[in-house]
């Protein structure tokens, strides 16, 4: 059975289980979350305690996804992490959307979250530095990954644009966000690069 996976992907809080969650109920696919995947597999090999974050043990995780993408029953499955493009063999990768989310309103989602100091700054700036596209457009095909600006949308809007794109009725796109422009021109750019 030719298998459908779909990576979702983005900064830390920007909203990726959300959607991941609604999609996998759209599609009536199989869901994994990698951070629980790697909890409960423990393929993580030792703890970062300066990021505390535990640091994953990357070729165990993959033998882990290609395993579950193998034995699946369903046909779609939908992986839902920000470093998902280093662990999913790219053979298997359908499509990965890196989503985006305007840094004035990512700052409020995390502070919301109890984000704060060197978390959030770090974050915020890898969204506005583009550090998840760049870092899955160096290990997947350009034609495979499509951005998706969510900002100020409703989750069922995520969801319809993300469906028209898999059924290639809206065009993939990468570039067209610049986070960095876009707070230049407002002239705020100090007050989010703070790190
Ligand atoms: N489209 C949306 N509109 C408004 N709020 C949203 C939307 N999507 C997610 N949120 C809120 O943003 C917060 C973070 O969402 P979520 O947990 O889905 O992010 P995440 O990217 O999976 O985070 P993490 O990287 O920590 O796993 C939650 O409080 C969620 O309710
Ligand atoms: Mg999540």
Known sequence: MKKTVILIIGTP????????????????????NLSSLVYTYNLSQGYDETRKTS???????????KEIIISTKTSNIIIDGHYAASVVPEE???????????????????????????????????E??????????????????????????????VINHILSIISNKKECQIGKIDWLKMLETKGIIDDYLKK
Request: hydrophobic share 35%; charged share 35%.
């Open 13 to 32: 809080s920007i909203g990726k289980t959300t959607i991941a969650r609604e999609l996998t109920k759209k599609l009536s696919a199989c869901y994994i």
């Open 55 to 65: 640091i994953i043990d990357e070729k165990k995780t993959r033998k882990k996804i």
């Open 128 to 157: 506005i530095l583009d550090v998840c596209l760049i870092d899955t457009l160096s290990e997947l095909e350009e034609n495979k990954v499509c951005e998706i600006d969510i900002t100020s949308k409703a989750v069922k809007e």
């Open 92 to 126: 298997y990768v359908t499509k990965a959307f890196v989503l985006r989310r305007n840094p004035i309103e990512l700052k409020k989602l995390m502070e919301k979250r109890h984000f704060h100091g060197n978390k959030l700054w770090e974050n915020l700036e890898s």
